[in-house]
C-alpha cells in the first residue's frame, strides 16, 4: 500500500470518528443554545454603564440604610480620614509615626532646600512646601505612608516651563507669581480629576513611559547639579546633555573651583556609602535618611570656620526667617499670565498625581490596605491649592521619602504632621544658620537622590518582556536627555497612547487546534500538539470588534482562510475548509462597524461556499447581533456555546459529504 492511499484512509477514519464521536455525545450529550439576554431599560443600561464606569468602587456603599446623623458623619469621615483612623488612634501608634516623622524631617530639609533651586525659587519656599502641604495632606490623605513635599522632577519640569515664560532673576517677582499660578492650577486639575472620578486618566501614562521618562529627568537633574558641584558661576539655562556639557568643558580652564570640588565629591562619596549601608542591612535604614542633615551641618561649619565662601565656594547665603506669607494675591487671576500658569501647572499637576498615586499602590501593597485614588487627587489637589495661597510650590508624594516613612514604621499620616512641626521649627529658629552652607553639598544631596529613579532593573525586565515598552522607556528618556523635560513627557504620553491605539487596531487572532484527549481547542502555536480540523478552520479574535479596527478583522481572518486553502491544495489529500468557526470568547463588545465587517465576512464565505459559525459570543455581543439581525441572517443553529459543540455539529456534514 502506497503512502498516498495510507493518507486517504487516516482523513476517512479521522472524519469518521468525528461523526461517531458526535452520534455518542447526541446521545449523552444536550448541545446548549446561547441565550439571548432579556432586554433592558435604556436609561438602567445607561445608569450602570456610568456607574461602572465613574463608580466602580461603590463609594456610597457605607451611607446605605443609615440614618442622616450617621451619614453626615461618614460623608466628614470621606472628606477627612484622620476623623476615621483617628478613633483607632494610640500611643504605640505616634511613637512609630513620632520616629518617622523625626527621620524624614532631617531627610527633607536639605532636600527641600536643593529642590528649590531646582524649580529656580528661594531656598525658604522649599521648606515653605514642606511645611502646610503635608498638614492638609495628613487630614486628606488617605495613605499612611506617603510622605508629602518638593520632589526633584516635578521641581526640574516647574522650573523648565516657567523659566521658558519669565528670568527668574531678572524677573523674580513675576516669575513667583507664575509659580503660585502654576501650583494653584495644578492643585484644582488634581481636585477636578478625582471629584470628577476621573482618575483613570493617569492610567494612560505607562508603566515603561514612566520608567523612561523618570530616568531622563534624574540624568538632567543630575546634570544641572554640575554648576553647584564644579563651583560654575555662568551655565546655560538649556537643560538638554549637549547644551550642558558643552558649558561644561567651556568652563573647564577657569570656571571650576577646586574647593567646590572637593567638597561636593568628599560628602557624595559619604552619601552614596550611607546608602549603601542602609540597603545593605535594613535595621541601619536611618543612617541614609539622616546622612543628607549631617552632610549639611559640617559642610556649613567647614565653610563658616575656614571663610571658603572668600576662595570663591558658593554658599546658600540668607534664608529667610519666618513661617509662610500668604501668597493670594499673587496668583495672577487674569491678564496674559493666566494661560500659562494654567498650563504649566496642568502639566505639573499630573505628573505629581502619577508619581503619588504609584508610590501609594506600592506601599499600600505592601501594607495590604486599600487605597481610593480618587480621594488621594482629591487631596493631592486640596493641598496644592492651600499651598499656592501660602507661598508653596507643587507638592506630592516624595519615593525616597515615603521609603524611609515605611523603613522607619510610620503607623498614620501623623509622621507628616511630625514633620512639618519640624519644618516650623527651623523656619522660624534655625534658619540663619544655613548661611554658609555650601551650594555643592546641595547639588550632592540631590545627585544622591536621583540615582535612584534611574531603574536599570526595571528597563532590563522591559528589555525581556515587552519590547515594544522597551521603546517607550527608551524614547521618553532621550526625550528628556536630548531634548528637554516639556518632549520627553510627550514623547511618552504620544508612545502610550501610540501602543494602545496599535493593541486597538491590530487585535491578536489565532488559529486553534484540538489538544489530544480532550474537547480543548487551543492556539496551535502555544500547544503544537493540537491538531487541526479536517475541513474546518477555527479562528480566535483576541479583542472587541469596533470600527477602528474591524476591518482588519475581517480581512485578517479571510487571510487565514486563504493560507488554510492553500496548504488544504498542496496536501495529497486533504478536506476543503467547509466551516469558519470565528471564536468569539474574548470578544467582550462590538460596534455596528463591527457588525457589518461580520456581515461583510459572511457575503465572502458564502462565495467560497464556507459556512461561518460562531462559538460563545458573550452577552453584550449576542445582544447587539440579535437587535442587528445578523444572527437570522447566519441562522441561529449555526452560533454554538464552545468550539467543541460547534465541531461535533459540523461533523456528521463532512462525512456526507465525503465520496
Not at 482629591?378 to 515605611?406: E, H, I, Q
Not at 544655613?434 to 529613579?453: C, D, H, Q
Not at 532590563?460 to 518582556?465: A, C, D, N, P, R
Not at 462565495?607 to 442587528?628: F, T, Y
Request: net charge positive; hydrophobic share 45%; proline share 4%.
Amino acid at each position: 500500500m502506497d503512502r498516498s492511499t495510507e493518507e486517504v484512509q487516516t482523513k476517512e477514519m479521522d472524519i469518521r470518528s468525528l461523526s461517531s464521536s458526535h452520534r455518542h455525545s447526541q446521545s449523552e450529550r444536550y448541545i446548549h443554545k446561547v441565550g439571548v439576554p432579556p432586554k433592558q431599560n435604556l436609561f438602567k443600561e445607561f445608569r450602570e454603564t456610568l456607574k461602572e464606569t465613574f463608580f466602580a468602587d461603590d463609594p456610597l456603599r457605607p451611607f446605605k440604610d443609615q440614618s442622616r446623623s450617621q451619614k453626615f458623619i461618614l460623608g466628614i469621615q470621606t472628606i477627612f480620614p484622620i476623623f476615621e483612623w483617628g478613633r483607632k488612634y494610640n500611643l504605640k501608634k505616634l511613637r512609630g509615626d513620632l520616629i518617622a516623622g523625626l527621620t524624614i524631617a532631617s531627610l527633607c530639609i536639605p532636600q527641600d532646600i536643593g529642590y528649590a533651586k531646582l524649580a529656580n525659587l528661594d531656598p525658604q519656599y522649599g521648606l515653605y512646601s514642606s511645611f502646610v502641604p503635608p498638614l492638609i495632606y495628613a487630614f486628606m490623605g488617605s495613605s499612611r505612608d506617603i510622605a508629602i513635599g518638593p520632589v526633584a522632577v516635578v521641581s526640574l519640569l516647574l522650573g523648565t516651563m516657567l523659566q521658558n515664560e519669565l528670568d527668574p532673576i531678572n524677573e523674580k517677582d513675576q516669575y513667583q507669581r507664575l509659580a503660585f499660578t502654576a501650583t494653584f492650577f495644578a492643585g484644582i486639575t488634581q481636585v477636578t480629576l478625582g471629584f470628577l472620578r476621573l482618575g483613570f486618566l493617569i492610567d494612560f501614562l505607562s508603566h515603561a513611559a514612566i520608567v523612561g521618562f523618570m530616568g531622563g529627568a534624574a540624568v538632567t537633574i543630575a546634570l544641572q547639579q554640575l554648576k553647584g558641584f564644579l563651583g560654575i558661576k555662568k551655565f546655560t539655562k538649556k537643560s538638554d546633555i549637549i547644551s550642558v556639557m558643552h558649558s561644561v568643558v567651556a568652563s573647564a580652564h577657569h570656571g571650576w573651583n577646586w574647593q567646590t570640588i572637593a567638597i561636593g565629591a568628599s560628602f557624595l562619596s559619604f552619601l552614596l556609602f550611607a546608602k549603601f549601608i542602609g540597603k545593605k542591612n535594613k535595621k541601619f535604614f536611618w543612617v541614609p535618611a539622616i546622612a543628607p542633615l549631617i552632610s549639611v551641618i559640617l559642610s556649613t561649619f567647614f565653610v563658616y570656620i575656614t571663610r571658603a565662601d572668600k576662595q570663591g565656594v558658593q554658599i546658600v547665603k540668607n534664608i529667610k526667617k519666618g513661617i509662610n506669607p500668604s501668597s493670594v494675591n499673587e496668583i495672577y487671576f487674569s491678564g496674559d499670565y493666566l494661560l500659562k500658569g494654567f498650563r504649566i501647572g496642568v502639566v505639573a499637576g499630573m505628573i505629581g498625581l502619577t508619581e503619588a498615586i504609584a508610590i501609594g499602590r506600592t506601599f499600600a501593597a505592601m501594607k495590604d490596605y486599600q487605597l481610593d485614588g480618587n480621594k488621594e487627587m482629591v487631596a493631592l489637589g486640596a493641598m496644592n491649592v492651600v499651598g499656592s495661597m501660602t507661598s508653596c510650590y507643587v507638592a506630592t508624594g516624595s519615593f525616597s521619602r515615603s521609603a524611609v516613612n515605611y523603613m522607619a514604621g510610620c503607623e498614620t499620616a501623623v509622621s507628616n504632621i511630625v514633620m512639618s512641626c519640624v519644618v516650623f521649627l527651623t523656619l522660624e529658629f534655625i534658619t540663619p544658620l544655613f548661611k554658609y552652607t555650601p551650594n555643592a553639598i546641595l547639588a550632592s544631596i540631590i545627585i544622591n537622590a536621583v540615582i535612584g529613579l534611574i531603574d536599570i532593573g526595571a528597563a532590563t525586565l522591559l528589555w525581556k518582556i515587552d519590547k515594544f515598552d522597551f521603546v517607550a522607556c527608551m524614547g521618553a528618556f532621550f526625550g528628556v536627555v536630548f531634548s528637554s523635560v516639556e518632549i520627553g513627557l510627550l514623547i511618552a504620553v504620544s508612545i502610550s497612547f501610540a501602543k494602545i491605539l496599535l493593541q486597538v487596531t491590530r487585535p491578536r487572532t489565532a488559529i486553534l487546534g484540538k489538544v489530544p484527549r480532550t474537547t480543548v481547542y487551543r492556539n496551535i502555536q502555544q500547544y503544537p500538539e493540537a491538531t487541526k480540523v479536517p475541513g474546518v478552520l477555527i479562528v480566535r479574535v483576541d479583542s472587541a470588534i469596533y470600527f477602528s479596527n474591524s476591518n482588519y478583522v475581517k480581512e485578517r481572518i479571510l487571510r487565514w482562510l486563504e493560507d488554510e486553502e492553500e496548504e488544504v491544495k498542496a496536501a495529497t489529500y486533504q478536506p476543503r475548509i467547509q466551516f469558519l468557526i470565528v471564536e468569539m470568547s474574548p470578544v467582550t463588545d462590538i460596534d455596528t462597524s463591527g457588525i457589518h465587517a461580520l456581515e461583510g465576512l459572511h457575503r465572502s464565505l458564502e462565495k467560497r461556499e464556507v459556512q461561518l459559525i460562531l462559538a460563545n459570543p458573550g452577552p453584550v455581543v449576542m445582544d447587539k447581533l440579535h437587535a442587528s439581525s445578523f444572527t437570522s441572517l447566519i441562522g441561529e443553529d449555526n452560533i454554538f456555546l464552545t468550539v467543541a459543540d460547534a465541531v461535533s455539529s459540523c461533523a456528521p456534514k463532512l462525512v456526507e459529504e465525503q465520496p
